[in-house]
C-alpha cells in the first residue's frame, strides 16, 4: 500500500529566503510524485512532477523537487520566495502495476513574512 | 489547456435538500473524480469514474452518488444534504490509468449546508 506523509502543516518564511517543504513517502513499486499548488479560494495547480526520469525536477515559479530513493523522499524547495507563493501545498503519490491509487498528503500551508 | 469547470463556485442548500454539482471536462479525458476538502484533513477521494457509466466509491462515499451519462461530465448528487456535508468540492479529471498523467483540477464549489 501507498501513502504520503507531509511533515509540516504550516511553514513561514521571510520574503527573499529559501522555501523548504518535505514530503515522504511510501509505496511498493517505482511511483509517481507530484506537487500541486493551491492558492485561496481556487481548485490545485500542478507544480511539478517527478516520473522516473531526471531526480531532479523543475516547476513552474522557480520551484524544483528531488526525487531521493534512499530516504523516500520528494521535497520542494525554492531559493527565494516571494508573497505570491504563500498557498496549500499538496504532495501526491501514485503507484503503478495495480496499485495506481491516487494517494494524497494533507498539505502543507505556506506563509510568507514581508 | 485543459479546462475543468464546476456549475457554482458557492451553494447555499438546507438540510435535507437534493443537491447536484456538476462538473464539465474540455480534454476528452476518460476519468473523473469527486473530492472533498476540509482544514486539516486534505483531499478526501468520495467517488471516481473510469468511463462512461462506470462509478467506483473513493475513501468516503456515504451521503453521496454520482452520475456520469456523457464522457465530459460527471455529476456529484447529495441525495439529502447534512451539515455534515458542509465543505469544499473538487472535480478533477486525468487522461488515463497511466501513472505518468497529472490531474487537472476544478476550481471548486464551496458547499454550506444550514
Known amino acids: 500500500a501507498q501513502s504520503v506523509t507531509q511533515l509540516d502543516s504550516h511553514v513561514s518564511v521571510s520574503e527573499g529566503t529559501p522555501v523548504l517543504l518535505r514530503c515522504n513517502y511510501s509505496s511498493s513499486y517505482s511511483p509517481s510524485l507530484f506537487w500541486y499548488v493551491q492558492h485561496p479560494n481556487k481548485g490545485l495547480q500542478l507544480l511539478l512532477k517527478y516520473t522516473s526520469a531526471a531526480t531532479l525536477v523543475k516547476g513552474i515559479n522557480g520551484f524544483e523537487a528531488e526525487f531521493k530513493k534512499s530516504e523516500t523522499s520528494f521535497h520542494l524547495t525554492k531559493p527565494s520566495a516571494h508573497m505570491s507563493d504563500a498557498a496549500e501545498y499538496f504532495c501526491v503519490v501514485r503507484g503503478s502495476f495495480g496499485d495506481d491509487k491516487i494517494i494524497f498528503g494533507k498539505g502543507t500551508r505556506l506563509h510568507i513574512l514581508p | 489547456d485543459v479546462k475543468v469547470t464546476q456549475s457554482s463556485r458557492y451553494l447555499v442548500k438546507r438540510t435535507g435538500e437534493k443537491v447536484f454539482l456538476e462538473c464539465v471536462q474540455d480534454m476528452d479525458h476518460e476519468n473523473m473524480f469527486w473530492y472533498r476538502q476540509d482544514p486539516g484533513l486534505g483531499l478526501r477521494l468520495i467517488y471516481f469514474s473510469y468511463d462512461v457509466k462506470m462509478k467506483e466509491k473513493g475513501d468516503i462515499p456515504e451521503g453521496y452518488s454520482v452520475s456520469r451519462e456523457k464522457k465530459e461530465r460527471f455529476s456529484l448528487i447529495l441525495e439529502s444534504a447534512s451539515t455534515n456535508q458542509t465543505s469544499m468540492y473538487l472535480c478533477?479529471?486525468?487522461?488515463?490509468?497511466?501513472?505518468?498523467?497529472?490531474?487537472?483540477f476544478g476550481p471548486g464549489t464551496r458547499l454550506t449546508v444550514t
Open positions: 478533477a479529471s486525468i487522461n488515463g490509468r497511466s501513472r505518468y498523467y497529472e490531474q487537472y
